[in-house]
């Protein structure tokens, strides 16, 4: 299946980095990742293939298991990039930090995911 880049930013967004659930999580990533992906965090970890990002993306989240991403602004897109700026926190209250997601997609899945912290809006 191929998906929009809005689309894949989105749901790598919530339905990745946002899920708790490391079935449902693994199951995403099954669908919207290619399996030579890569994963580059802004502490300089990369992360190569689904095995991986699922890895990471566990770990991080158990971090902060209560906090959602929110969307600050549309995803965007330009020809197979796209990005999405996001804040994050536990719901209700202030969010902790902000982020943005840039993705390269290839024949409708994600092959790179950048992540970047940003200052908070």
């Keep these: ?14 339905d990745v980095f946002g899920e708790i659930d490391a079935e449902r999580r693994r199951a995403v990533i099954d669908e919207i990742f290619h399996e030579d ?6 502490n300089g970890g990369i992360f190569r293939g689904r095995d991986e ?6 770990v991080i989240k158990a ?3 209560d906090f959602q991403y929110q969307p600050i602004a549309p995803a ?3 020809g197979n990039g796209g990005r999405v700026r996001w804040v994050s926190g536990s719901p209700g209250k ?11 997609a290839r024949d ?14």
């Design 1 to 14: 299946m191929s998906f929009p880049v809005s689309t894949l930013l989105l749901r790598n967004l919530h």
């Design 37 to 42: 992906a890569v994963f580059y965090d802004p």
């Design 53 to 58: 990002i699922d890895r990471i993306a566990g």
């Design 63 to 65: 971090t902060h298991p």
């Design 76 to 78: 965007e897109e330009i």
């Design 94 to 104: 202030t969010a902790a930090y902000a982020g943005t997601d840039f993705i390269i």
């Design 108 to 121: 409708g899945k994600i092959a790179a995911v950048y992540l970047f912290f940003d200052a908070l809006p």
